[in-house]
């Protein structure tokens, strides 16, 4: 997962929609004032950093390297996380932690194998966290416009491995069946508003279309997604409801 992202650093900070203050609170009173928390595929901190005034601790973890930078840039004056470059494959390496939180990032891991590390290494009232889309996101309203100018490009979703795509798994399918099958999922709707400049922003974050994936094309994608946007919303706004569904997750009863 190292280089997918080359570039897309900071229009995943800027663009991407934080996961709004009543997720984190969910999250925070959840986990407790007193709690260490793994943010575990952190990116530039969308979770770890409203999150971090609330716990004790945030240790947050990602394998690109810009994205941490990133995070740390902008949590400059936020006390009490800690930036690690790793990935899930190093979770025994790993200053303890009490809970876990994944958002986006679940998908580009081998699910069930981190979830079985997770049994062995978290306490026996440790929670796992997953925020984010819920099951059925929807199509933000540009998308059907994206998907031509991506074709265009020869650009197409990267699936992850582990994703709901690849699989037909959603991640709570996979939850059901691990250690941390008692499940609990709230789903929190904002109405969001894009203009033009933050929707081309948003396409640099991703995956498939981040700046080093496009490498010389970039300023011929840029400007042909300027162009079909506006081709089909001469406005340049777009307004849509985001749903970010809390799922947390943890061990059955005995």
Known sequence: MTDLFGGAAPYYARYRAGHGEQ????????FGPDSSVLDLGCGPGTVAIP????????TAVDPDEEMLAEGRRLAAEVP???????DSTMLRTLPPFDHVVMGR????MDRRTVLAELDELLP?????????????????PWEPTMRRVRAEFGLGPMRATNSYQATGEHHHDVLATSPFRDLSSTVYERRLAY?????IGLQLSYSFSAPAHLGDRLEAFTDAVRKALLASNPSGRWEHVEATEVLIARRAPA
């Not at 009490?80 to 790793?86: A, K, Q, S």
Request: glycine share 10%.
């Open 105 to 108: 990032s679940f998908h580009w």
């Open 51 to 58: 999150l971090a005034r609330h716990v004790r601790e945030v």
């Open 124 to 140: 026996p009232d440790g929670v796992v966290a997953l925020v984010g889309p819920g099951r059925d996101p929807g199509e933000d």
């Open 195 to 199: 203009d033009l400049d933050a929707v």
């Open 23 to 30: 997720a984190i609170e969910h999250l925070a009173t959840t």
């Open 80 to 86: 009490d996380i800690r930036w690690l470059r790793g």
